[in-house]
């Protein structure tokens, strides 16, 4: 009688990676979402905090920095991170810090593999921490941020978060928080006389007041 394990069916977890749709590109979401300004800033810059921010985005002018002192990796995180605020619109200064984590939580829920992530624990595994973010093409934070997200959800949970937004679906553009603005801010007038226009030429596309 033989006590060998069996090895891990990886087949299983290449047939799932193969047969889904797309996965969400931030660059390719920036790209469809008309009227957003783009703008890069030295890593050295601190953008008026008290500390040199990744990424800021300006809700007032529809418009996101990065700082150009980032990896690749990180600048799509980034990228990601305010996307998402994009999304959700600006919050009061007493939530900021609640609003910062909820919005790390739905960006990593967006970029990280959550079958790659639990196929790289397959058959007891131990891959080296190092090894582990670049194959998920993720920071140490990310992963961080990820691992402590997946401690309390299903493998379906984590799978439908990160299947959600793609090229077969984008997240609603102009966000409704948009509108709302038109009396107080400008540029989000000028947007929303014509948001028809934008949300038609997406669709056809695709099938802290300040945060950092």
Known sequence: MSNAIAPPDYSAVMSRILNRPDPYCPWSDLRRRHGIDLR?????????????????TAFDQLAISISVGLSQVVMRLSLAHELVHLDRGPVTSDRTDAEE?????????????????????????????????????????????????????????????????????????????I???????????????????HVARSL?????????
């Open 40 to 56: 890069w800033h030295s890593a050295d810059d601190n953008m008026g905090f008290d500390f040199a921010p990744q990424a800021v």
């Open 101 to 177: 984590n909820k919005v790390d939580r739905m960006a990593v829920q967006r970029l990280v593999d959550p079958v790659i992530y639990d196929a790289l624990s397959l058959g007891g595994r131990q891959i080296p921490p190092h090894e582990r973010v670049r194959l998920l093409q993720a920071s140490a934070e990310c992963l961080r941020i990820y691992e402590g997200w997946r401690a309390g959800v299903s493998f379906k949970t984590a799978l439908s978060r990160y299947e959600q937004y793609g090229p077969h679906r984008w997240p609603e553009w102009p966000a409704p928080w």
């Open 179 to 197: 509108a709302t603005k038109s009396q107080e801010w400008p540029m989000a007038a000028r947007f929303a006389q014509a948001a028809p226009r």
């Open 204 to 212: 056809s596309a695709s099938g802290r007041t300040i945060d950092a």
